[in-house]
Structure formats: C-alpha cells, structure tokens
Nanobody
C-alpha cells in the first residue's frame, strides 16, 4: 500500500494542524490505519488508530485533542490536532496494516514534521 502524507509544519502552542495520508488505491481495502510519532531521543509512539474491528484508539497523551478519521470518498486518513503543545513536536507517520496491533509491520508514509513552539 502506497501512502502519501501531507500537512504538518510549525505552529504555536494552542494551535491546530491537520495531517493527511492519501492511499493510492481504495482505502476501503485497508483493514487498519493509524498515526505514529517519534520525537528525537524518544521511542516511537502510536498516537491514534482505527479499524473496522474495534473502536478507535487514541493515546492518553493526546486524548481530547487529537482526532483520527477517514474519508472513504477521498481515500484519505486524517489526524486533526488541536490544542497543540510543545511536547507534540515530532515526526509523524501514517501506517496501514491488517490490524491495529500489527500496524508497525505494514506500510508507512514518508513522515511529516510537526513543530510546536512555546
């Protein structure tokens, strides 16, 4: 599965950004998709994920601020990020796979940098 990311950039704390992840084929054929992030010197973190088999997952660190969604008509996955904090600064990656638990073994987008300034 080819994943093409867009969005991201730099924003002040409290601001919003939306990340997009476009699939080359029908997104309906992808069982699970999600967003990871990795900050320098930190482990990769699953931020949000969704699949047809279980309710959406959102990490505690972003709960209430980030929302994951799909647009089947545009074959795209989104991550809406509100009330951004400096600790949200990281490289963000979308991923696609068979299940949420095995997302890291699937396909990856190219990554997009999100920088939140205080």
């Amino acid at each position: 599965v080819h994943l093409e990311q867009s969005g991201g950039g730099e924003v002040q704390a409290g601001g919003s950004l939306r990340l997009s992840c476009a699939t080359r084929g029908s997104i309906l054929s992808i069982p699970a998709m999600g967003w990871y992030r990795q900050a320098p010197g930190k482990e990769r973190e699953l931020v949000a994920a969704e699949s047809s088999e279980r309710p959406s997952y959102v990490a505690e660190s972003v709960k209430g601020r980030f929302t994951i969604s799909r647009d089947n008509t545009k074959n795209a996955l989104y991550l809406q990020m509100n009330s951004l904090k400096p600790e949200d600064t990281a490289m963000y990656y979308c991923a696609a796979g068979l299940t949420v638990d095995t997302l890291s073994q699937g396909s990856w987008g190219q990554g997009t940098q999100v920088t939140v300034s205080a």
